[in-house]
């Protein structure tokens, strides 16, 4: 018995009170209790937008302070999007297939740098890949430095956001019949086979959703990557940081690059939650 059955039965054993009439005014007040928090987050928005005309954007985006925290911003969360996916992929399978105690403590480590405060995330990667770091130590000796250089940026980006990679490539690998993959097996496909011809597209969707979401978020990282790789115009400089510059110099700079990081977050989530969740509907 499934368990949509089993609370269908259950709902047959409780006693609901005998429904009165409702006045249908009456019943649809409840809805206005959803405003207050829409209006919450939706003023904000609509006050940044208003000091930002497109005019402004226009005038502002050629600046080169502006120009170097794009090129920054859209290098390094593209190159850590893609070792998300290349490392983020074996771990994904690994946790979709183990339920255990064991790895649920790692299941639970994966989500840990998402709720971490980002000064914290910083200052762990510091004391694990600075000069005097845990691995940065060997690192020095071999001379190789990572704090304050682009690859600091790529390492606080991935760090920050590749668990949500993992989250969301793990659940859609979870999702998928494992019968299917047993019938693979059964026509003579080997592991490799089964996993890139039955398994990965079934799991796409999960997986381009997961690498969407993860690119949108490195692209907003801010707290460990001013900890970890400074706020250098031009080499670790993202457009978070140089909001964060921009307040303090040129609100105007700020203003520009926080309306384009809402549009790219906003374009993000739609591409999400439009396109690939009607692909799975279709099929």
Do not use: C
């Not at 206005?32 to 497109?54: C, D, E, H, N, W």
């Not at 031009?234 to 700020?254: H, R, S, V, W």
């Amino acid at each position: 018995m499934t368990s949509i059955m089993i609370e269908k039965e259950q709902l047959k054993h409780i006693d609901f009170p005998e429904k009165k009439f409702r006045n249908p005014n009456f019943s649809n007040l409840w809805r206005l209790t959803a405003f207050p928090m829409l209006l919450f987050i939706v003023l904000p928005l609509i006050a940044l937008f208003s000091r930002v005309p497109p005019a402004k954007i226009l005038e502002y985006v050629n600046q080169a302070q502006i120009l170097q925290a794009l090129r920054v911003s859209f290098s390094s969360a593209f190159l850590s999007t893609l070792l998300a996916v290349l490392l983020g992929i074996p771990l994904a399978v690994l946790l979709s297939r183990k339920k255990d105690g064991l790895f649920r403590i790692v299941d639970t480590l994966i989500d840990l740098p998402t709720v971490l405060p980002p000064a914290v995330a910083g200052i762990a990667l510091l004391m694990a890949f600075g000069r005097n770091g845990l691995v940065g130590v060997w690192l020095a000796d071999l001379g190789i430095t990572i704090p304050f250089t682009g690859a600091a940026v790529i390492m606080a980006q991935l760090f920050v956001a590749g668990p949500l990679f993992v989250r969301a490539a793990s659940i859609g690998l979870a999702a998928i019949d494992p019968e299917l993959k047993q019938a693979a097996e059964l026509d003579g496909a080997n592991r490799w086979q089964t996993f890139s011809m039955v398994i990965l597209p079934l799991a796409w969707t999960s997986i381009v959703s997961g690498a969407v979401m993860t690119w949108a978020r490195a692209l907003g990282e801010f707290g460990a990557t001013i900890i970890f790789a400074g706020n250098l115009p031009g080499k670790t400089q993202t457009m978070p940081l140089a909001i964060y510059l921009g307040f303090e110099t040129d609100i105007n700079i700020a203003l520009v690059l926080s309306v384009i990081l809402i549009l790219i977050s906003f374009l993000s989530i739609i591409l999400v939650k439009g396109v690939l969740h009607n692909h799975v509907r279709h099929f």
